[in-house]
T-cell receptor, first 109, second 112 residues
Framework: KQEVTQIPAALSVPEGENLVLNCSFT??????LQWFRQDPGKGLTSLLL?????REQTSGRLNASLDKSSGRSTLYIAASQPGDSATYLC????????FGAGTTVTVRA | NAGVTQTPKFQVLKTGQSMTLQCAQD?????MYWYRQDPGMGLRLIYY???????DKGEVPNGYNVSRLNKREFSLRLESAAPSQTSVYFC???????????FGDGTRLSIL
């Protein structure tokens, strides 16, 4: 059974600092890994998708890396802003998505 | 540009009542999924439908049934609601195993 862990559970940083969010998974037989953002009381917004054959994916200030052999992914958010405050979820895909519990980020102005 | 649409957005039920959560996608996706999200536990898969005409159990199927009505619609039914089923329910779809999942806005369900 795939287990997905996100560390830390919560993170508070001053505006402008870079964010590093970690995700680990136990079974490397995945098709891809997806990072989501979730605002309080809202649905999930897809941020980045990394295929199992890729090492990283970038979108604007966001960069996600994937090391399938070690079962790890990292989401980097450069020059954080208060609008980046949200919960970030990672999910690994085989026939379904297996989710971590998320990292709740607070960016202080 | 609707994507995945869930109805209703909010619902309060009494223990023992039944109800059906509706989900529809307009992206011509083959696969559809139902998840529940509980505090501190992330999202857990209830049921999924890999293609029209098929459904399979996920991690937490007990107390639920599903129907893949057609390619667009995938409904989730609670036959006899229990307080343990109080949760936020998300429907998702995707076009293939290597493609991203797209989520609806969720249904917030409270069972008293």
């Amino acid at each position: 059974k795939q287990e997905v862990t996100q560390i830390p559970a919560a993170l508070s940083v001053p505006e402008g600092e870079n964010l590093v969010l970690n995700c680990s998974f136990t079974d490397s037989a995945i098709y891809n890994l997806q990072w989501f953002r979730q605002d309080p009381g809202k649905g999930l917004t897809s941020l980045l998708l990394i295929q199992s054959s890729q090492r990283e994916q970038t979108s604007g200030r966001l960069n996600a890396s994937l090391d399938k052999s070690s079962g790890r992914s990292t989401l980097y958010i450069a020059a954080s802003q208060p609008g980046d405050s949200a919960t970030y979820l990672c999910a690994v895909s085989d026939y379904k998505l297996s989710f971590g519990a998320g990292t709740t980020v607070t960016v202080r102005a | 540009n609707a994507g995945v649409t869930q109805t209703p957005k909010f619902q309060v039920l009494k223990t023992g009542q039944s109800m059906t959560l509706q989900c529809a996608q307009d992206m011509n996706h083959n696969s559809m999924y139902w998840y529940r999200q509980d505090p501190g536990m992330g999202l857990r898969l209830i049921y999924y439908s890999a293609s029209e005409g098929t459904t399979d159990k996920g991690e937490v199927p007990n107390g639920y049934n599903v129907s893949r009505l057609n390619k667009r619609e995938f409904s989730l039914r609670l036959e006899s609601a229990a307080p343990s089923q109080t949760s936020v329910y998300f429907c998702a779809s995707r076009g293939g195993l290597t493609l991203p999942q797209h989520f609806g806005d969720g249904t917030r369900l409270s069972i008293l």
